[in-house]
Nanobody
């Protein structure tokens, strides 16, 4: 049974930073962070595969960093230079899926992170950017 629990959300001013953590168990597959803006669908933000390869959505590239500590079973999303448009509910996910929900273990450099899905989800943590 895969379990994912996110912590670290909150409110911060534009230009600030937040660090999201996901404590997981039961997963040894590719993982990622997704977000859902109110009224829109959920989309991928950052992904990491079983080899440690990372990919990012263009909207966050250079500002967000995904990392994983397999010893502590923790997935981290470090978010810097936050913008108003980063306001969303953020979800930790495991067992990433591509089109037709085909499992992805290794990320291809041209993978569209925003189009990924996942088999397992956390409950989400709210991130709000406001002045």
């Amino acid at each position: 049974q895969v379990r994912l629990v996110e912590t670290g959300g909150g409110s911060v001013q534009p230009g600030g930073s937040l660090r999201l953590s996901c404590a997981y168990s039961g997963s040894s597959s590719s993982m990622g962070w997704f977000r859902q803006i109110a009224g829109k669908g959920r989309e991928g933000v950052a992904a990491i595969d079983t080899d440690g390869t990372t990919l990012y959505a263009n909207a966050v590239k250079g500002r967000f960093t995904i990392s994983q500590d397999k010893v502590l079973s923790s997935l981290i999303l470090q978010m810097d230079s936050l913008k108003y448009e980063d306001t969303a509910m953020y979800y930790c996910a495991a067992d990433l899926r591509g089109p037709r929900m085909i499992p992805i273990q290794l990320l291809h450099p041209k993978t569209d992170v925003t189009a990924l899905s996942a088999a397992y989800w956390g409950q989400g943590t709210q991130v709000t950017i406001s002045s």
